[in-house]
Nanobody, 124 residues
Framework: QVQLVESGGGLVQAGGSLRLTCAASGRTFGTYGMGWFRQAPGKERDFVATISWSGATTAYADSVQDRFTISRDNAKNTVYLQMNSLKPEDTAVYYC?????????????????WGQGTQVTVSS
């Protein structure tokens, strides 16, 4: 079993930046795509960004394109989400997850293991 722990969330002013970190532990044998998803109050959990195992392929939701950057360090079993130019609409609980595939689909139903999330709040 894989355990995922997100960190780096917090309260930030609009226009500011945060970097989220997802650390994987446990049985991480194999290769996995990784993704970040978020869920705002009263809304469904949505795709934010994904990255393939090699890091060669990334995908972003239109709402975060050109503002967020996903990256990974496989030697450290860690994935990051750099968030710049944050907007109040970015306020949500952010989750990282692993896919059983080397590539990273954008459909959250294709992810097997999930962290418990980290809260990001952007004030106006």
């Amino acid at each position: 079993q894989v355990q995922l722990v997100e960190s780096g969330g917090g309260l930030v002013q609009a226009g500011g930046s945060l970097r989220l970190t997802c650390a994987a532990s446990g049985r991480t044998f194999g290769t996995y795509g990784m993704g970040w998803f978020r869920q705002a109050p009263g809304k469904e959990r949505d795709f934010v960004a994904t990255i393939s195992w090699s890091g060669a392929t990334t995908a972003y939701a239109d709402s975060v394109q050109d503002r967020f950057t996903i990256s990974r360090d496989n030697a450290k079993n860690t994935v990051y989400l750099q968030m710049n130019s944050l907007k109040p609409e970015d306020t949500a609980v952010y989750y990282c997850a692993t896919s059983p595939f080397r590539f990273a689909p954008t459909d959250l139903k294709q992810y097997s293991y999930w962290g418990q999330g980290t809260q990001v709040t952007v004030s106006s």
